[in-house]
């Protein structure tokens, strides 16, 4: 059976009088005339063939049928106004969770997340520290930012950025054990944030692979092997994006002008349900901006005294 409901412009007009207890504050937020209110609220009485409102004085109250229609009313017009809400402005409010590359995550998009938090307040972000593959099909996880080939199959793929490897080293162990040549690196120790394929094929660009027999430490990612670097404990490779504001804030050095490609990218990798949905978007379209940002404000990060040269790198396997 059909369930008859007054008309919405009277229901409109009896929740606004009834609040505002005025027919002119009513007729003023509706933006219709005084005349045009009271024909509706009558319209409604009529209709339900009760009486809503009467006088007292110069103002008007509720009756006892007015009373018990108000409440449910003002939650009907409260539940539209939410929803339309929630339509006109979807990616501006909920939950997102994220897995990006442990190194991207802490040196890149941690001292970023101010501005994220400024124009996006009603997002809340669960941030994930991982580059593991499964991720990418665990439905508590919305979006990665991993590093890999692009070949993820049944999935939004969308290219980040490329990235630059090359020496980094804090200016206290610096200025104490001078790096002048690349000879130099055989009395440092070198950090490597992976199974030490990166190193070799830095060192074979600089025609040095005789210095992967010195000392050197393993850490599981590059995150690790940077924090070992700033705190002066060796020679890491740093990359164009994680390292970038360490060397700006000088608390790294890059002491050759070399660098080689890294052996895959940044990508943008999300289930194909999830590319969609607005605050996915949204993300998205945040990280790009801010990287077009950092990059128009970053100068060139590798800069010594040895000519630059470039040689096709070997396919590596990176934990950024």
Known sequence: MTKRLPPLNPLRAFEATARHASLTKAAAELNVTHGAISHQVKALESALGVKLLERAGQRLKLTPHGAELLPAVSDAFDGIAAATQRLTRPASTGALSLSCVPALLSLWLIPRLGSFTA?????????????????????????????????????????????????????????????????????????????????????????????ERGKRHYMVDARLSIEAATH?????????????????????????????????????????????????????????????????????????????????????????
């Open 119 to 211: 124009q996006y307040p009603d997002i809340r972000l669960t941030l994930i520290g991982s580059n593991d593959p499964q991720d990418l099909r665990s439905p508590d996880i919305d979006l990665c930012l991993h590093y890999g080939d692009g070949t993820w199959a049944d999935c939004f793929v969308r290219k980040w950025s490329s990235l630059e490897l090359f020496p980094v080293v804090s200016p206290t162990l610096i200025n104490n054990r001078p790096i002048r040549s690349i000879r130099d690196l055989a009395e440092h120790t070198l950090l490597h944030g992976d199974d030490g394929r990166e190193w070799r094929t830095w060192l074979m660009a600089a025609d040095a692979i005789h210095l």
């Open 232 to 320: 002066g404990h060796g020679v890491a490779l740093g990359d164009t994006v994680t390292a970038s504001e360490l060397l700006a804030k000088g608390q790294l050095v890059a002491p050759f002008n070399l660098s080689v490609p890294a052996a895959d990218d940044f990508y943008i990798v999300c289930r194909n349900e999830m590319k969609a949905a607005p605050i996915v978007k949204v993300f998205i379209d945040w990280l790009f901006s801010e990287k077009d940002q950092a990059d128009s404000r970053t100068s060139a990060p590798v800069a010594g005294r040895i000519g630059s040269r470039r040689k096709r790198s070997t396919r590596l396997l990176r934990q950024p």
